[in-house]
């Protein structure tokens, strides 16, 4: 089936050590996104890619990176993993590069920082 | 930019009854409802959406409905069974890349 596919599952980094998150996706979707889910709180978007052309969030922390090298994979990249970065972080994808499409998610990667 | 509040952030109810979460929106401009599920463990998945030009919406046992002079729309669950137990987010959106979600709310149905 086609899907947006996230590894690892769970992850664990120590504080400062560089960390990355993979995405993959089998949809085609020319945008990706790197979504951060703090438990019982809304996921909150770091960057996305519509194509090739990247866009950040104006609050997404500095140690935080992306990386798509082409339109299948995009790669979450934590330059110093902080406590406060342990949590879930999503991938998805759209379609089109709008916001009134549906977001397909993978599963997610657990991160845990220690 | 919008802003969506999200209530009650924890609902318990008995199987078969119906549960009823409450959105508000803040930007009149926003056209684009869309409903996510999301079970333990995994990312969350698109159960319904709804676009400003209708003011309700079913699919089976779930409905939306939007108020747009109010601005706040609801997710309606009949009947539920215990596969309805997760976190449901709502979210809105204009015609820009952004979705802004809910806080998200907790159902658990009890047998």
């Known amino acids: 089936d086609a899907m947006v596919i996230q590894n690892p599952r769970y992850q664990v980094t120590q504080f400062g050590k560089p960390v990355t998150l993979s995405c993959s996706q089998t949809?085609?979707?020319?945008?990706m996104y790197w979504y951060q889910q703090k438990s019982s709180q809304a996921p909150k978007l770091l960057f996305h890619y519509y194509d090739k052309d990247f866009n950040n969030e104006a609050d997404t922390p500095d140690n935080f990176q992306s990386r798509r090298p082409n339109t299948s994979f995009c790669f979450l990249d934590i330059r110093s993993p902080g406590l406060g970065d342990a949590a879930m972080y999503l991938c998805?994808?759209?379609?089109?590069?709008?916001?009134?499409?549906?977001?397909?998610f993978g599963s997610g990667t657990q991160l845990s920082v220690l | 930019g919008e802003n969506v509040e999200q209530h009650p952030s924890t609902l318990s109810v008995q199987e078969g009854d119906s549960a009823v979460i409450k959105c508000t929106y803040s930007?009149?401009?926003?056209?684009?409802f869309p409903w996510y599920k999301q079970e333990l463990g995994k990312g969350p998945q698109l159960i319904i959406d709804?676009?400003?030009?209708?003011g309700e919406k079913k699919d089976q046992r779930i409905a939306v409905t939007l108020n747009k002079t109010a601005k706040h729309f609801s997710l309606h669950i009949t009947e539920t069974q215990p596969e309805d137990s997760a976190v449901y987010f709502c979210a809105a959106s204009s015609n820009d890349y952004k979705l802004s979600f809910g806080a998200g709310t907790t159902v658990t149905v009890r047998a």
């Open positions: 709804i676009r400003s030009n209708v």
């Open positions: 949809l085609n979707h020319n945008v």
């Open positions: 930007d009149s401009a926003s056209n684009y």
């Open positions: 998805a994808t759209s379609r089109v590069n709008s916001a009134n499409e549906k977001l397909f």
